[in-house]
């Protein structure tokens, strides 16, 4: 057991269609990341939340919109997305200490999207 | 700029050795881990290297030279459940940047 939760693990929606990731992090982090994982490309974050405060990824679109309610719940919410934002989606979390540096990212299994 | 690379592919046999390598160019540096992702699962944590040298962890040992920009992952006793993508990121304050990844198939 990882310790990350993701819901759903499998996704599949049109392009006019709204829907929300979720990820739970059981582990007591207080850092918790989105990342986009497509065919034969990097790992790409797409945004942070770290000590009560957001990081984006500036080249990540407005159709994708996080939420972060607490330190152990970490949602996207997707709108009009496009077929080219079919891709895995991992949730990862770690510590992130006042003085700097971060600790072992901990990932989710993922959710596998298809946007038709 | 930043930049991460490692070879697409290798192959090896069961029970051999193999050396994934990975060079980067980053703006900052505070260590350099490795994961490890079986097809359609999370990457799952290797290894950490932040001081130059060699961290040994049962058959899997990972080096780190700063001044070189140069890692390497060392897989001893090959086993088929190894085969897998094997993922070399680059820490910096707050985030991660990952090469794409090496996938490693281990025939018998």
């Known amino acids: 057991e990882t310790g990350v939760t993701q819901t759903p693990r499998h996704l599949v929606m049109g392009m006019t269609n709204k829907k929300s990731l979720k990820c739970e992090q059981h582990l007591g982090h207080n850092a918790m990341y989105w990342y986009k994982q497509s065919a034969k490309k990097p790992l790409e974050l797409m945004f942070v939340y770290s000590l009560e405060e957001r990081v984006e990824n500036n080249s990540v679109p407005s159709r994708f919109s996080p939420e972060c309610p607490n330190s152990s719940h970490l949602f996207l919410h997707l709108h009009t997305l496009q077929p080219e934002d079919s891709a895995l989606y991992l949730c990862a979390s770690s510590q992130v200490y006042q003085a700097g540096g971060v600790d072992t990212q901990y990932f989710g299994p993922g959710t596998r999207l298809t946007v038709l | 700029g930043q930049n991460i690379d490692q070879p697409t592919e290798m192959t090896a046999t069961e029970g ?9 160019q980053t703006s900052g540096f505070n260590g350099l881990f490795w994961y490890q992702q079986h097809a359609g699962e999370a990457p799952t944590f290797l290894s950490y290297n932040v001081l130059d040298g060699l961290e040994e962890k049962g058959r899997f040992s990972s080096f780190l030279s700063r001044s070189k920009g140069y890692s390497y992952l060392l897989l001893k006793e090959l086993q088929m459940k190894d085969s897998a993508s ?5 820490r910096g304050f707050q985030k991660l940047v990952f090469g794409t990844g090496t996938r490693l198939l281990v025939s018998p």
Not at chain 2, 86 to 90: G, H, P
């Open chain 2, 16 to 24: 051999a050795i193999v050396q994934i390598n990975c060079t980067y």
């Open chain 2, 86 to 90: 094997y993922l070399c990121a680059v």
